[in-house]
């Protein structure tokens, strides 16, 4: 039998259409969105995130090519919030493991995008910047959270219900590059880690959901 084939669009099109649109398109699993059953979806193109449930997540693996259909939405529908595919379903995997293109991030800094978080930028939850940062926990007696610093003294605040989440980051020492893109899940405009960047180049994807 001939496999499936699928009509698919750029990630980067979808951003076009109007929210409640099915679309179906295709992209290298790049990493997973903490406090969601939700993964990014990257082509050469753009970034999108893909909302799912645990079943579906079980199919997939960080760096596989995959062809996803879902509904466009932001946040299910608020007036601001998350840009992201709804109902995601994985319609085939094709394998491999491969190296996402970051050929649509954007070099930026990390006051670029607290500004962005403080205007609630919508547009910005469907992009990914690079931006050097170095990672500090805050621990609080009931609770603790993650932020990214730089050397001017800005701090951006990650999405997240305890540094736990994040707790592979902390692995990583001093002002590295980090992937980086502005999260919306329930209007809170925070940031959100897709990758590190080592120094020798070698690219640490956000394993959320997806650590066995």
Known sequence: KKP???????????????????VIVKGVVA???VNQKAFYLVDETGMIVCRTDAAQLATIALGQEIIVKGKFVNNSGEKLGQLHLEDAEILTVLGGNNTYSNKSFEESTL???????TAKSEAATGKVYIVEASVEEIVYPKYSNIVLKDAEGNSLQLYTASSKQYEWLLNYKGTLKFEITVNAWNAKFKGAVVAVILEDGTR?????????
């Open 4 to 22: 499936v084939t699928y009509d698919s669009i750029n990630i980067s099109d979808v951003y076009k259409k109007e929210f409640g649109t099915e």
């Open 31 to 33: 990493a997973g969105v």
């Open 111 to 117: 006051k670029n995008i607290i500004d962005l978080c």
């Open 204 to 212: 640490v994807c956000n394993p959320y959901n997806f650590s066995k």
